[in-house]
């Protein structure tokens, strides 16, 4: 079965950080970009970043630009989310992103208090 799993998500307070990662099955992640969104509450879902097959060109959202960095780990099947300086704003599901395939997975909750 061809899937996405996220986790790493959690509470932390505002200034904190956590550390997402995706893990894929059923398929090989080598060759596919992947990308983070997020949808906060009450919200349409938003792009957060973009992290090309080979790791060369990575691109954010201005909202989390210099804050969260996208990684990836093609031996591991899995790509990660490293988000700093977390704000209240941050709060939501977090959702990683294979377009090629227009795979999504199931999402994991993030919840950032002040």
């Known amino acids: 079965q061809v899937q996405l799993v996220e986790s790493g998500g959690g509470s932390v307070q505002a200034g904190g950080s956590l550390r997402l990662s995706c893990a894929a099955s059923?398929?090989?992640?080598?060759?596919?970009?992947m990308a983070w969104y997020r949808q906060a509450p009450g919200k349409q879902r938003e792009f957060l970043a973009f992290?090309?097959?080979?790791?060369?060109?990575?691109n954010y959202a201005d909202s989390v630009r210099g804050r969260f960095t996208v990684s990836r780990d093609n031996a591991k099947n899995t790509a990660y989310l490293q988000m700093n300086s977390l704000k209240p704003e941050d709060t939501g599901v977090y959702y990683c992103?294979?377009?090629?395939?227009?795979?999504w997975g199931q999402g994991t909750e993030v919840t950032v208090s002040s």
């Open positions: 992103h294979i377009p090629l395939l227009s795979l």
């Open positions: 059923g398929m090989i992640v080598s060759g596919k970009a």
């Open positions: 992290i090309s097959s080979s790791s060369s060109i990575t």
